[in-house]
């Protein structure tokens, strides 16, 4: 039993070993991938619910990476927020998509942004700036950010926000409805939109259906009594667009309208 214990202690340093080593890799990976720009800007349209007209597009990041293909957020992100990388990778999304927007007339383009990076202290000014070099209209711009940007500190969020909006730059609110949301606060931020996270739409349909059509019935109420209006995301079934219409919800995003692409879509109505 004894020797068994050894062995099967030895094979768990070897997993560990092994994860810390694949971790590592993928550090040096993300390191060299932002010293050759190997990030590419998916676009997926954002539309109005009653007759599906594009009205602008959510800029998602890939990874190129040589070996494994395109990687979506999910496998590297989390380790580009620990390592503090993911701030250089969403300025090279950024350059991107501020390069299409001076090339292309196709509505907004939202981007996302960690709390932490949003929260520190030139993200406005750098941003602008960088529009601005590339030629790129500010009004065409929008800025995601989840309710943990707004609550980390609250003084400096709105500052933010109050610069960006100034200059043109609005602010959306994502995956709403899934944190800890501080109601009484929300009133007091510039927001352009909520967006209704996917979480709720999924449970429109289902067992789960009058459950979720409360919570977006709440979010409709909440976004109406702040004048602003919603986004619902993960739209991917006409029955879910059909619901939401009925619940007030103007604009919709998911795989029913389309999937992320390297393509814009004309601000016209999808068939
Ligand atoms: P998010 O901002 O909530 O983005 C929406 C996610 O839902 C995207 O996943 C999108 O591909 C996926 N999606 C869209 N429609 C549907 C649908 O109908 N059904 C389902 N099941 N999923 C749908 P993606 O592209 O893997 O991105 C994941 C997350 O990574 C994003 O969540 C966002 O938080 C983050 N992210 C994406 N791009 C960037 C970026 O440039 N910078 C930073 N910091 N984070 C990013
Ligand atoms: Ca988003
Ligand atoms: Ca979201
Ligand atoms: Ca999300």
Redo the contacts with the bound molecule.
Sequence with gaps: AKANGRNSCAVFDEVMREEAMRILDLEADLRRAINSDD?V??Y?PIVRLSDRRVIGH?????WRHERRGLL???EF?GL??DSGL?EE??WL??AQVAKRLAREDFGYIS????PR?FLSPDFADRLLRLLDEAGANPHRLRI?I?EGALLDDTARALRMLRTLRSNGVLVQL??FGTGFSALSYLHRFPLECL?I??SF??GLVGDTRPESMAVVRAIQALAGSLGIHTIA????SEAQRIILRELGCQHG????FG??TEQLLPMASLR
Excluded at 58 to 62: I, K
């Design positions: 990030f800007a998916y997926q959510e800029a998602l990041l890939r979506a957020p999910g992100i580009g927020e993911i990778v969403d999304m950024y981007v996302n942004v960690s990076h995601e989840t994502d995956d967006k996270d996917r739409v999924a995301e993960g739209v991917e995003q998911g795989y029913l999937h992320p």
